[in-house]
Nanobody
Framework: DVQLQASGGGLVQAGGSLRLSCAAS????????IGWFRQAPGKEREWVSC????????DYADSVRGRFTIFRDNAKNTVYLQMNSLKPEDTAVYYC????????????????????WGQGTQVTVSS
C-alpha cells in the first residue's frame, strides 16, 4: 500500500523552529517529486514547497521563502521541511504529497498534480 506519513508537528512559539518529516512507502520514491501543503481552519489548502525527485531542486511559496528549507534523503524515502522563524500565520495542518516527476516541477504548486497524500501533521505557532 502507498503511504505518506507526515510527522514532526507541534506547538512552538513565534520565532521558533520545527522540522517536519514525510516518510514514503509503497511506490517508487525516486520517481516522484514531493510537495508540502498546508491548510488553516476555514482556508483553502495552499502550497508551501516542493522538491524534485533526483537532483533535489526545491521551490517555495513566497510566504515561506528564506524561512523554510526542503530536502530529501532518497536512501530513507523521506523528505524533510525545516521551518525556521515561524510566525503565527504558519499555523495549519501540514500535508505532504507525491507527484510523478514526468509532470514537471513547474506544476508542483498545483495540488491536482499529486497522486498520493499523507494524513497531515498539526503545526501551531503561538504569538
Amino acid at each position: 500500500d502507498v503511504q505518506l506519513q507526515a510527522s514532526g508537528g507541534g506547538l512552538v512559539q513565534a520565532g521558533g523552529s520545527l522540522r517536519l518529516s514525510c516518510a514514503a512507502s509503497g511506490f517508487s520514491f525516486d520517481d516522484y517529486a514531493i510537495g508540502w501543503f498546508r491548510q488553516a481552519p476555514g482556508k483553502e489548502r495552499e502550497w508551501v514547497s516542493c522538491i524534485s525527485s533526483r537532483d533535489g531542486s526545491p521551490d517555495y511559496a513566497d510566504s515561506v521563502r528564506g524561512r523554510f528549507t526542503i530536502f530529501r534523503d532518497n536512501a530513507k524515502n523521506t523528505v524533510y521541511l525545516q521551518m525556521n522563524s515561524l510566525k503565527p500565520e504558519d499555523t495549519a495542518v501540514y500535508y505532504c504529497a507525491a507527484m510523478p516527476s514526468y509532470r514537471g516541477l513547474v506544476y508542483c504548486s498545483d495540488k491536482d498534480s499529486y497522486d498520493y497524500w499523507g494524513q497531515g501533521t498539526q503545526v501551531t505557532v503561538s504569538s
